[in-house]
């Protein structure tokens, strides 16, 4: 247990700092290569990866929307029943989101449009693994649906037997997904990017993966002609905020759903409390016993944090600096302390409120910054899968009206075409040639 | 001249071509000693930059609140009044920039919520040179204020006397800019990104500048402890769309209102009239002799390009290929061409809406994605002063309500700890224990 008062700020500093992400050399190169090969070679190279990483029988890269739907059909019932539940709430959450265009007229006939558009095409990524990922499926394609991308293209790598798993499927019948492609790493990130034979190219790229899927996003979007991305990416992480009232089996648990994601994830418990904190330790070693997930979360919970704060302001001032990923509130009043609570990436208010209801069905978005970039960068929602341009029209009247600013400001700057664009068309006017 | 249609679609592909940006190896490592230096070495490390390029005499980094007043004094009275109606124009479009949070019960019980809040602290670059730009300040500062960022850091290189121009103090103060320090390059990149001394770290960094500038921007953001940045550069770019009833004179000064810019800006005219383009050439000639800025529009417009297209629609499609930053409309019916233009960063419809309207005055904003980034960037707006989180609140209800389908889903993924996590709930609940 951390004595916050009791630490100086370089301590303070040390108590809440994440560990470094070392992007190796060796992996920057190794991810520069795949990018290269792919762009070189295409399909083939992507199906070579494919083939000695995933499913040694594959020949081609896309699934069919035959095959999708098919393979959808095999996902039991109740399951399916709760994959609707929350397709649902995520879809209404988002479509709240949609933003209006804007028309204003600035000065008397200038008139200034903001417009938002859907982005033509994005690339959904989803890890393969031990479990399927449905929920990442929809937190992607149901933006990408509600915005109405033109092309919603999936990769996902496929399993031993060149399919995918049916939770998938659903999920991306539910949202639409038409384009899905076998095929995941780093080789998946760069044909998405710059396009295959079988791939059309993408303009962003979207979704959680490994160090391979992590370098090759960012290395993508440094490029001309690569794809923009979501967001960067880190450890996922939470951080409890809990006074003596709380329940702690609750937070025990909260701080356990964190870690059984990786054994770098970070669970942090920040409490008033030094008896809440206490009884959480123990409810932790109770439940850990228990998990499937255990010797993951055992090893992310070596690195948990339980920080005793002199006060419920004082535990809010250490999230504040933190800047969780995730941040859940279990204290009396919660909702009180949102005024005061700065940075995060999506908050639970209040004991009924657990991480696991915004990661799977509430209807918020479950990708969000973490590693402190919930301090600069937003939880992904709808407007990242669009984009705002603006339109401009001056009447003869507004360049009557704005052209003398126009022309003193290109002055001022020195921009004598600038300036001369507005002098021509302001003679016209003079001559009374309106048209 | 170049005749679309003739052209086979690698020729096409060509013809829109933008020049290959070369971020070469040299300038990497230049850059990356300079921010490594600034880590290291703080305030003194950045005067010494600014003493060796900008102002030989500088020994502290910030300029004063009394003496940006006092400078900002030494404005010209027509052009402080010219400056106020652009101040006001791009106030009012980004005032209706406003977003609004969103609440929304997706589920009895379960409340989901979306809030916007200004990020705290913005770095604006101010590019230095010969002329000075009041412009881009207002561009940068009114969203920063418009949104309501906690601190607008500007920084700018010191010219010899080690002040700034009186244009840039007044529109930094009418942007209600109070820090603003003296310096520029990648130093002072560096030193809103990491923090100095007198410059506290900033969250994310705006603006226009040189390679060294862009170089640094794009390594800053790649850093966890760096900053976000507003968005990719590239060379400026306008394409203009006109009928053979368009002014040439009036199409000729727009495309050397981008050509003035800087040798690599690219300049391009697409029209279905022949007689439209070589008239424009003759007013491009006439009109070049003229400027004071001949030398850099001359190089610009050595790689001008004018294609002749078939009709006007053809002219749509070869605009939307390229995906200009600037387009210009001058067609009989211009605005009914919008909804087939997909992608530009800023769209100016008809005879009497110059490049210069946007780039001073009308209210829209001039910070653009260029280089064919209108493709999957948006224009900047208040937007990216802020950040987006979420909220979610579930009452005992909402987690009776949703709980089933959250444990179905979690226990579909092998995600033990977050169906415990509901799981632990439910049975409080079964017991009565609702609080």
């Known amino acids: 247990m951390i004595n916050w008062s009791s630490l100086t700020p370089a301590g303070q500093t040390e108590a809440l700092a994440r560990p470094v992400m070392k992007n190796s050399d060796s992996l920057r190169v190794t991810v520069a290569d795949i990018l290269a090969t792919i762009r070189q070679q295409g399909d083939a190279a992507v199906l070579e990866y494919t083939r000695k990483f995933d499913c040694a029988s594959l020949n081609s890269l896309p699934l069919s929307v035959a ?30 989101q949609k933003p209006q265009d804007i028309t204003l007229t600035t000065t008397p006939g200038v008139v200034c449009e903001q417009r938002f558009t859907a982005l033509d095409a994005v690339g959904l990524y989803i890890p393969g693994g031990s479990a399927p990922l449905p929920s990442t499926v929809m937190m992607l394609g149901v933006p990408a649906l509600v915005a109405g991308c033109e092309r919603k293209v999936l990769c996902t790598p496929p399993n031993q037997a060149g399919e995918i798993a049916p939770e998938i499927a659903l999920a991306a019948s539910l949202c639409g997904i038409e384009e899905i492609y076998l095929c995941g790493g780093a080789q998946a990130i760069a044909a998405m990017a710059f396009g295959t034979e079988s791939i059309a190219k993408v303009d962003k790229i979207f979704g959680p993966g490994n160090s391979f899927v992590t370098e090759a996003k960012q290395q993508v979007s440094q490029r001309a002609d690569g794809a923009a991305i979501d967001m960067p990416a880190g450890p996922s992480e939470v951080l409890v905020l809990a006074d003596g009232n709380a329940n702690a089996a609750f937070v025990a648990s909260d701080l356990l ?43 992310a919970m070596e690195n948990a944090r339980y920080i005793l704060t002199g006060n419920i302001s004082e535990a809010v001032l250490v999230s504040n600096a933190y800047a969780p990923e995730h941040l859940i509130v279990q204290t009396d009043n919660a909702r009180e302390l949102l005024t005061d609570i700065k940075y995060a990436g999506s908050i639970f208010v209040g004991q009924w409120s657990p991480e696991s209801a915004g990661d799977y069905a509430s209807g918020t978005n479950h990708v969000l910054p973490t590693y402190g970039y919930a301090r600069n960068y937003s939880s992904l929602g709808l407007l990242d899968f669009m ?27 020195g921009l004598d075409a600038h300036e001369q664009a507005v002098a021509l068309r302001m003679a016209e006017l003079e001559k009374g040639n309106e048209q």
Not at 269 to 295: G, Y
Not at 387 to 413: C, H, Y
């Open 67 to 96: 095959k999708r739907d098919e393979l959808a059909t095999r996902v039991s019932a109740d399951v399916k029943d709760a994959l609707l539940v929350a397709f649902n709430n995520v879809k209404q959450f988002h479509e709240a």
């Open 257 to 299: 759903s964190q870690a059984e994601h990786g054994p770098d994830s970070q669970a942090i418990l920040v409490s008033d409390s030094e008896a809440l904190i206490e009884a959480t330790k123990a409810q932790v070693e109770l439940q850990l016993a228990k998990l499937s997930r255990n010797s993951i979360a055992s090893r």
């Open 387 to 413: 984009r705002r341009f603006t339109v401009q029209e001056l009447s003869a009247d507004g360049m009557r009206n704005l052209g003398p600013a126009i022309m003193k400001l290109a002055s001022a700057e």
